[in-house]
């Protein structure tokens, strides 16, 4: 099982990211999916997580600003993050089960 993250970068406040978890080695649609994030120096951060049966989940402080669906075709979730604001800076990681990609950077600041 192999997951890879991509779509992070720079980006202004209040501008908007499409990050992408691509699996191999597993079917998504038959596996419940995690984002978390990481700050140097802290632990991770569970955000967002879709689950076999398609249902999503958002930790309180992203609510509303943040949107995880999956593409079946694509064998590949998304995380579309809006409003984007400096504490949003972070290490962003995919998980399933044990397995955690190599993360995407996303760094917000004007």
């Known amino acids: 099982v192999q997951l890879v993250e991509s779509g992070g970068g720079l980006v202004q406040p209040g501008g908007s990211l499409r990050l992408s978890c691509a699996a191999s080695g597993i079917t998504l649609s038959s596996s419940a999916i995690t984002w978390y994030r990481q700050v140097p120096g802290k632990g991770l951060e569970w955000m967002s997580g879709?689950?076999?049966?398609?249902?999503?989940a958002y930790a309180a402080t992203v609510k509303g600003r943040f949107t995880i669906s999956r593409d079946s075709a694509k064998n590949t979730v998304y995380l579309q993050i809006n409003s984007l604001k400096p504490e949003d800076t972070a290490i962003y990681y995919c998980?399933?089960?044990?397995?955690r990609g190599q993360g995407t950077q996303v760094t917000v600041s004007s």
């Open positions: 879709i689950y076999r049966d398609g249902t999503t």
């Open positions: 998980t399933t089960g044990p397995t």
